[in-house]
């Protein structure tokens, strides 16, 4: 990849990052250390990169569009043949000729796999909308947070979301390397970002003992929400993101859940208690 584009990669990664973290924040000052990394990074871009990256910034959160199948994957425009191409050289910086976002080759992404609603099938709602009694899980068995994400991994490739568990921990763990996403009341919220295609889905795991989440003596994590995400889902993710911390900042709604020994109670619960904060 053209290091350039792996920079601004990395970049659009901070700054959603840095928005997760006004949702769903850990103590230590890592809101100011987002913001410094964010402005030298952007600093050392060549001056026109930079000016179209603040400018396309400034209008929406995502800037850099993966290139699935031919087409834009925020706004779905099929690019030209030799765009693409072009794209996948990674010589210079393309843009979209549609949405004017930063286009990249994605490289081994794991791709969403599951069955789309049929068009004559009742809309869902809240969040049966992007997840599933079958990808509850009660009580993982892991003893670290790398097991435990695996075990949620594992668990969407088995129940046919995704096509790769192992690509999907693999993001997992780098997001986890640049900020642990453990938060408060034991809840961590671990995630993989650009996955292919599809929408968003989640999945949930309880722990009855707890986890070491690493997040700076805030307790062991009992609630884990793992997130494939697609880059055109981001900002529903923020949004997601909101509902969850707001709901599962009651004691109650965190009790309820816990006390779910079964795949389908837990899955009734998380209806439940989301019913008001996910629309
Ligand atoms: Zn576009």
């Not at 601004?8 to 410094?36: C, F, T, V, Y």
Request: proline residues 5%; glycine residues 6%; contains cysteine.
């Amino acid at each position: 990849m053209h290091p350039l584009v792996n920079h601004l990669i990395q970049l659009q990664e901070l700054a959603l990052i840095r928005d997760e973290q006004k949702i769903a924040p850990r103590k230590g000052g890592h809101l100011q250390q987002l913001n410094e990394s964010i402005s030298r990074m952007t600093q050392q871009l060549p001056p026109s990169v930079r000016e179209q990256f603040i400018k396309l910034h400034k209008k929406d959160l995502v800037v850099m569009s993966p290139v699935n199948d031919g087409m834009c994957a925020i706004c779905n425009m099929k690019l030209p043949i030799s765009l693409v191409q072009a794209v996948r050289m990674a010589k210079a910086v393309h843009s979209c000729p549609n949405c004017a976002r930063l286009l990249y080759y994605p490289q081994s992404a794991p791709k969403w796999v599951g069955i789309k609603p049929r068009r004559t099938a009742p809309r869902k709602a809240g969040i049966s909308r992007f997840s599933s009694e079958t990808l509850m899980i009660p009580r993982l068995e892991a003893k670290t947070k790398e097991q435990a994400i695996r075990e949620l991994t594992d668990k969407m490739e088995r129940e046919g979301f995704v096509d790769s568990s192992s690509k999907l921990l693999e993001m997992a763990l780098r997001r986890e390397v640049i900020l642990s996403t453990g938060v408060d009341h034991g809840l961590a919220i671990p995630h993989a970002r650009g996955v292919e295609g599809g929408g968003l889905t989640l999945a949930c795991g309880l722990h009855r003992k707890g986890i070491d989440w690493e997040s700076q003596s805030r307790g062991l994590t009992r609630i884990v929400f793992f997130m494939a995400i697609p880059t055109a889902a981001s900002a529903f993710y923020l949004r997601l993101l909101a509902g969850l911390m707001e709901s599962f900042m009651h004691a109650e709604t965190r009790k309820a859940l816990l006390a779910a020994k079964e795949p389908e109670v837990m899955w009734k619960t998380l209806c439940k208690v989301t019913r008001a904060t996910i629309k």
